[in-house]
């Protein structure tokens, strides 16, 4: 049975850094693409980036570029997604997804339930 599990989302404050983790079981994650997505409130759910397996390469929303990483320990069978310089606006659950394709956009065989981030002073 394939799970994917978020961590490390939380309250902070405008301006500050959290790193979330994708943990998959049942599922190799270095043999395919996987993306976070979010979706705040009342607005409908976005990709906020992507790493492929196939190359490697990473894309990001306009929105997050220059503040957001993602990447992959593949050992621990994990992706991260390190997000820095904190806006309000950055406030949604985020979600890993992954599926049967090696190049971005993943494909969404895959959900983990989402963890919640919070901006906010």
């Known amino acids: 049975q394939v799970q994917l599990v978020e961590s490390g989302g939380g309250l902070v404050q405008p301006g500050g850094s959290l790193r979330l983790s994708c943990a998959a079981s049942g599922f190799t994650l270095d043999y395919y693409a996987i993306g976070w997505f979010r979706q705040a409130p009342g607005k409908e759910r976005e990709g906020v980036s992507c790493i492929s397996s196939s190359d490697g390469s990473t894309y990001y929303a306009d929105s997050v570029k220059g503040r957001f990483t993602i990447s992959r320990d593949n050992a621990k069978n994990t992706v991260y997604l390190q997000m820095n310089s904190l806006k309000p606006e950055d406030t949604a659950v985020y979600y890993c997804?992954?599926?049967?394709?090696?190049?971005?956009?993943?494909?969404?065989?895959?959900w983990g339930k989402g963890t919640l981030v919070t901006v906010s002073s």
């Open positions: 997804a992954t599926g049967y394709i090696r190049s971005c956009p993943p494909r969404g065989d895959y």
